[in-house]
């Protein structure tokens, strides 16, 4: 079975993010970020959890890459904490922030593992926050600056950089939703936290390329594909009007050079000014566009009369004006009949193919991609053999999600699959080790490695052996 093989070249690669795994926020001249402020919030983590020591990566950043060569992946991706190199945000640099990633690259590059560099994952530095965040234009020339240092100190080692991370994640649970730092429920009004994050890439890229660092260069954005509930027109509408605030308001900016037609008509986003020049800027060429996959959506309308809110329907070019009224503009239906996490997020690996095959349609001109994330949280289970004491955890679960996900992804990809325009060059399983999950704290386990979070030890799962094992055979055949 070719789709099985792993394709020559395809980098198999494992990812986590600075805030979630490296606790040790106090130390090494380390500012504050404003996700230390927000998830002091009471009610803001569940069960109270704290990022203070996570995964205590900061001081177990040797063994760790152990495990990873252990594991044999092709390569690693990482983020730079921006408030441990450059502790407001802006002005002076700590040196000793600097030098735990000079050492990270370092080991990694001794280990044959190659680094991918995520500049911003969401630890904003708390000082940036204080002036408004991504709400002000500011920051996106901050984040223009802090990866011109990145560049300067780790140009000559990064095999591919990553800009930012999921913006519409940040934008939404944000500044829309108040469910992440910096905690704003700002509704329609969190727009410019969109458009200041492109900008802000645009920026990254433009600071990279002017460094002319040797290493690819992309971002990564979260893609859902979105499915109406029912066959209900309002369904679809309101699938419709997800899509663009989920996925397309994110990709189109990147991909086009324009926002989807409903925003810039802004008859239901509400309206930003910006200037044009903005949109050239966050288009510039990319090496490589980074997808993160983990779910479809299904999406009904929102209020139980089926009205839509004045102004959707019209924005969308739907003719369903009259059933325009008040209320949620749409939510998001369970799915029954399918699988799901530990989050509660449906397991549907077809949608992957899905979710290729839609930007294959809508960019033409997309460039190389890479999956910068797939994964799954599931309760793990640790058995104790009793003779050996040898400890075992079953995560078959895990371990299906993966090989379903890459196994659809490399066939929708491949000549006669329905994304077979897409040159499709590499997976990074989210993540290599549990962590702190945002505002799910400690317990939403993603790891490939188990992470015990009173004595921080590491165990390796079955998905670990499982990735071992296809690193190895490059054929999922074989491995499963
Ligand atoms: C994201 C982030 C990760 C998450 C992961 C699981 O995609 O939201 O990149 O930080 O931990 O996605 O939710």
Known sequence: DLAGLIPPGFTLGVATSAFQIEGALDEDGRGPAGWDVFSAKPGAIVDGHSPAVASDHYHRMPDDVAQMKQLGVDSYRFSLSWPRIQPKGSGPVNRAGL???DRLLDELLANGISPMVTIYHWDTPLALD???GWL???TAYRLGEFAAIAAAAYGDRVARWVTINEPATVATNGYTLGLHSPGEALLLDALPAVHHQLLGHGLAVQALRAAGVPGEIGMSNVYSPMVPNTINPLDKLSAGVMDIAQNRLYADPVLTGKYPDLIRAAKFFGSFD??????????QPLDFYGLNYYMPTKVAVGSGDGAVPAGMAEAMG??????AGSGTPFHIEPWPEADITAYGWPVKPEYMGVALKEMAERYPNLPPVILTEIGASFEDIIVRDKSTNNT??????RLKYLSDHIETA????APGGEAEAIDLRGVYVWSLLDNFEWSAG???PFGLLHVDFDTLERTPKASYFWLQELIEERNLATAA
């Open 99 to 101: 030098d735990f990633y």
């Open 136 to 138: 002000n234009r500011d």
């Open 274 to 283: 910006h200037p044009d020049e903005d949109m050239l800027i966050i288009s």
């Open 410 to 413: 490399l066939r929708a990809t």
């Open 442 to 444: 400690l317990n939403q």
């Open 318 to 323: 739907s003719d369903l004006t009259a059933a």
């Open 392 to 397: 075992f955890i079953p995560d078959e679960r």
């Open 130 to 132: 204080d002036a408004g």
